[in-house]
């Protein structure tokens, strides 16, 4: 191996890819390393591993972050093999994390537990993180592509400053009420951030990877490229206008029938702290607070400990940049 000074300094940015970003200052060669974990679960050997790469490679540190996923710095390029090697053994993937492709999905960390979530989006984020992973078709798109998929009512998944964003809702559809998403685009802070605007759509929990998709194909083939100070999803929809969107979604995927009603509500944003009831009778979830989200990988291994005599071992990191575990009775 040549090492990291027989890399070309302008091939650099080509890292972002790899969920890799040279941190400055860049002569010293190190990295950032961001790894996805969707909505921001992982199991209790995915949490195991984690903590093992902060210990013996990320001077014992992880950041959880806004997005729910784990960050690591100072990464030498030596160590990155035995990095990659160590989270595709227990399912988990870095790659896209970074770059201009699908980012890590936001969502409800509560997803399956919580008491007043109207449907357990776990499988349904599945099949998402699924599909945009590693596809070629959206691996290259104007900038990168923020999800959030989120049924509870706290709005914990951000929607509002996503690209595209799937909220609780309902509708009466042929007499019976049914249990779906809205549909909000155009989402993004940075300089001049823009809030996400709600297309007049409603969608059942099965078509969420279709619409999906459809967002990112509009993105893809109509999003702004020549400057990429403009080439968010929030410029082209600021333009276009949620009309203009959703007449294109539909060339897309079909008519949809317009929104019903928004069931979000006492907006929450992922601040979970303390002992509270789950859904299912007799057992409790416990959220952790970890001060702006840095914790060394001592605490790690504990709190994953804990989770796996207390609970089903499961770790879930909030976008408020702590996490909580499922305990039993």
């Known amino acids: 191996m040549e090492g990291f000074e027989a890399i070309p300094k302008e ?10 970003t040279v941190q400055k200052p860049q002569e010293e060669g190190n990295f950032m390393l961001r790894v996805k974990a969707p909505s921001g679960m992982m199991t209790n050997e995915q949490a195991v591993t984690f903590a093992d790469i902060a210990k013996e490679y990320g001077r014992d540190v992880l950041d959880l972050t806004t997005r729910q996923a784990i960050q690591y710095h100072w990464l030498r390029i030596e160590q990155l093999p035995d990095v990659f090697d160590r989270l595709k053994k227990v399912g988990l993937t870095s ?3 970074e770059g201009d492709a699908p980012r890590n999905i936001m969502g409800n960390p509560l997803a399956g537990i919580d008491p007043e979530e109207l ?36 709005n914990p998944g951000h929607a509002e ?30 300089a001049k951030p823009y809030l996400a605007e709600q297309l007049d759509v409603f969608i059942r929990p099965e078509q969420t990877k279709d619409v999906a998709a459809a967002v990112a194909t509009i993105f893809r083939d109509d999003g702004y490229r020549k400057s990429r100070a403009r080439a968010r999803l929030k410029y082209l929809v600021a333009d276009w206008g949620a009309e203009k969107f959703r007449e294109r979604l539909f060339e897309l995927t079909g008519p ?12 929450n944003g992922g601040y979970i702290y303390g002992v509270h ?31 796996g005599i207390y609970g089903n071992g499961e770790l879930r990191l909030c976008s408020s940049q702590n996490f909580h575990s499922i305990c039993s009775k």
């Open 11 to 20: 091939d650099y940015m080509f890292f972002k890819w790899a969920g890799l």
């Open 95 to 97: 790659s896209e994390a």
């Open 119 to 154: 449907f357990d989006t776990r499988p349904i984020i599945d099949e998402v993180y699924r599909f945009f992973q590693d596809n070629p078709d959206f691996s290259n798109l104007p900038r990168k592509f923020k999800i959030s998929i989120n049924a509870g009512v706290h």
């Open 161 to 190: 400053i996503n690209c595209v964003a799937f909220t609780p809702a309902t509708k009466v559809i042929d007499g019976e009420q049914v249990k779906g998403f809205h549909v909000k685009v155009g989402g993004g802070l940075a």
């Open 256 to 267: 949809l029938p317009p929104a019903g009603h928004d069931e979000t509500k006492e907006w």
């Open 277 to 307: 009831p789950q859904k299912q009778a007799g057992y409790s979830y416990v959220g952790i607070s970890i001060p702006v989200g840095r914790i060394h990988s001592a605490d790690f291994y504990e709190i994953a400990r804990l989770a």
